[in-house]
């Protein structure tokens, strides 16, 4: 760093001080497994991490996972690599053309999820769980 001493007169004395630096400053972008895979943990576990995960659609407490494998993450930012074509209707207009739950809950993850909809795995638990509420309503 530098040392600038201004005195009434103006500029006194400038000097170059060297500070330690006790860790690096790493920016880590990929697919969050990839982030958190043994190699990259291995190399940058004792850095300050910023981490830009590019998987398609938000991971659940991505900043959490990473600073179990990296204690001095300091950010996390989500930047998928491929981004959805963009629909031109609005969500009102998706909405409306939504019939069943399902397909209103679908329209509300692709808003949300900058035109992602939901993963399989997701579908067919909301699937179950509209299920499982119809049979619930039809014993009352």
């Known amino acids: 760093m530098w040392l ?31 982030l958190l895979s043994a190699e990259s943990v291995a190399t940058h ?31 996390v930012q989500h930047q998928p690599e491929v981004r959805a074509e963009a629909d031109e209707r609005s969500y ?5 053309n939504a019939v069943t739950d399902a397909d209103r809950i679908d329209a509300f993850l692709e808003h949300v999820r900058a035109g992602q909809g939901p993963t399989v795995a997701e579908r067919d638990l909301i699937r179950a769980i509209l299920d499982e509420r119809v049979r619930a309503e039809a014993l009352v």
Do not use: F, I, K
């Open 92 to 96: 009102v207009q998706r909405l409306r």
């Open 45 to 75: 576990a004792d850095d300050w991490v910023c981490a830009v995960y590019t998987d398609a659609v938000p991971q659940t407490e991505p900043m959490r996972r990473l600073r179990e494998s990296y204690p001095y993450c300091a950010m």
């Open 4 to 34: 600038v001493d201004v005195d009434a007169d103006g500029l006194a004395e400038v000097e170059w001080l060297e500070l330690p630096v006790p860790r690096r400053l790493v920016t880590l972008t990929g697919p969050l497994d990839e």
